[in-house]
């Protein structure tokens, strides 16, 4: 059984950073893409990164192009997702999830998906 667990959010200051991890099991990492998506209050579910299963292969959402970074640890089945320069924009709960396949960002082509993890950004 496919099972993703994120981790790491919580509240920051405007202009703080955040790391958030993603632990998958009853799989291995090297063979999915991966994606981080987030979902605000009231809006809809959107991509904020995702990556192929080569390190090269990323895709990031124009509003956080220059200060998000995802990652993957292979070796211990892990993805993470580096946000820095945050914004009270950015205030959603954040998703990992995986899909075989090519790099792609449509929610849809996602098979497996985390509980999500809290990211609240404020003074």
């Known amino acids: 059984q496919v099972q993703l667990v994120e981790s790491g959010g919580g509240l920051v200051q405007p202009g703080g950073s955040l790391k958030l991890s993603c632990a998958v099991s009853?799989?291995?990492?090297?063979?999915?893409?991966i994606g981080w998506f987030r979902q605000a209050p009231g809006k809809a579910r959107e991509g904020v990164a995702c990556?192929?299963?080569?390190?090269?292969?990323?895709l990031y959402a124009d509003s956080v192009r220059t200060r998000f970074v995802i990652s993957r640890d292979n070796t211990n089945n892990a993805a993470y997702l580096q946000m820095n320069n945050l914004k009270p924009e950015d205030t959603a709960v954040y998703y990992c999830a995986a899909r075989s396949g090519p790099v792609g960002s449509r929610i849809y082509e996602y098979a497996y998906w985390g509980q999500g993890t809290q990211v609240t950004v404020s003074s």
């Open positions: 009853g799989t291995t990492l090297k063979y999915w893409a």
């Open positions: 990556m192929g299963t080569k390190d090269r292969d990323q």
